[in-house]
């Protein structure tokens, strides 16, 4: 679905985790307190994700009123939507590979999000062919 695809890396994209933090590191720009908010060149920011990716998952919401719904996503798309949701960057949830984020809604308004894991994660993944 247009809008929910992961963070445009621009310039990192494809390279080594390593080439992240190298990059950050030089750019004066990089402010480790406000991490969410630098930009890799040609590429977006975690607010810039969380800007683009509200708008569609308040659509969803609202076309899907009565239904629960689930969205596969990339890491940083969870974590704009937890940040979102919380109200707060700082201390936000970063999630692990194949982690379960649970993102309550009615229809009219969205509830705080709850990170599904353990065995809980396990058994969903399972009954969902493995996600």
């Known amino acids: 679905m247009n809008g929910i695809q992961e963070r445009d890396l621009g310039a990192l994209k494809g390279q080594p985790?390593?080439?992240h933090a190298a990059l950050t590191a030089a750019d004066p720009n990089y402010d480790e307190e406000r991490e969410?908010?630098?930009?890799?060149?040609?590429?977006?920011?975690?607010e810039d994700v969380r800007q683009r990716v509200m708008p569609?998952?308040?659509?969803?919401?609202?076309?899907?009123a009565a239904e629960e719904l689930v969205i596969v996503s990339h890491g940083a798309v969870m974590r704009a939507i937890?940040?979102?949701?919380?109200g707060a960057w700082i201390n936000s949830f970063i999630p692990s590979n194949c982690a379960l984020l649970l993102v309550p809604h009615d229809g009219q308004r969205f509830f705080p999000p709850q990170v599904i894991s353990g065995d809980a994660a396990a058994s969903i993944q399972l009954q969902c062919g493995g996600l």
Do not use: F, I, K
């Open 17 to 19: 985790w390593h080439q």
């Open 36 to 46: 969410w908010l630098w930009r890799p060149p040609g590429g977006e920011s975690y």
């Open 56 to 64: 569609v998952l308040e659509s969803l919401r609202s076309r899907h």
């Open 82 to 86: 937890w940040s979102q949701l919380t």
